[in-house]
């Protein structure tokens, strides 16, 4: 009998090393959740280091998730301000990284970056107003995307956690 041997599978690229990253994009649906998020997160944690922005695909409010909001308050972060905005509203369009948090955003960086320099890294991130139920269940779920947020963060941009957040 004979045994089949499965190719090997061809190597990924190599990602764009952390300190080769100068401007990040955090896009999804619509820039009221989960990109302001990653925004205030990595803002919070490489500085002035990387210019840092997020856009929605088809932003659909002019006011930021309030459950977004406190969840961010409670590790001291303070995106009560932030106003949704789509890729047509961003001040600059080059970027070295775009992180898509949805599939939605995902295909539309594809497109959006199809003529530019720049990689699309895609971090599935679980959408929290899918969730019912009471307050504090909603919150659980707000609180699972920042963290899950924060960890890929630190993950990606390589950098040690301040201490409290």
Same mark, same amino acid.
């Given at each position: 009998m004979a045994v =089949?041997? *499965?190719? &090997?599978? &061809?190597?990924? &690229? +190599?990602?764009? &090393? !952390? @300190?080769? %990253?100068h401007s990040v994009l955090f896009m999804c649906n619509f820039n009221s959740i989960r990109s302001p998020m +990653?925004? !205030?997160?990595?803002?919070?944690?490489v500085g002035h280091r990387i210019f840092v922005a997020s856009a929605g695909i088809r932003p659909e409010t002019d006011e930021i998730n309030p =459950? +977004? !909001? !406190?969840?961010m308050e409670e590790v001291g972060l303070d995106i009560? @301000?932030? %106003?949704p905005k789509g890729l047509d509203q961003l001040e600059d369009s080059s970027f070295d990284l %775009? %992180?898509?948090?949805s599939p939605e955003a995902h295909h539309t960086a594809l497109e959006?970056?199809?003529t530019m320099a720049c990689e699309v890294e895609y971090w599935p991130t679980l959408d929290p107003t899918l969730v019912s139920g009471n307050r504090e269940l909603i919150l659980?779920?707000? *609180?699972?995307?920042r963290e899950m947020l924060k960890d890929r963060i630190l993950e990606r941009f390589d950098v040690t956690p301040s201490p409290g957040l």
């Open positions: =089949f041997k *499965r190719p &090997p599978l &061809p190597e990924l &690229p +190599a990602r764009l &090393p !952390a @300190d080769e %990253i +990653a925004e !205030a997160l990595t803002r919070h944690y =459950f +977004a !909001a !406190a969840v009560s @301000d932030h %106003i %775009i %992180i898509s948090l959006w970056t199809r659980e779920e707000y *609180r699972k995307v």
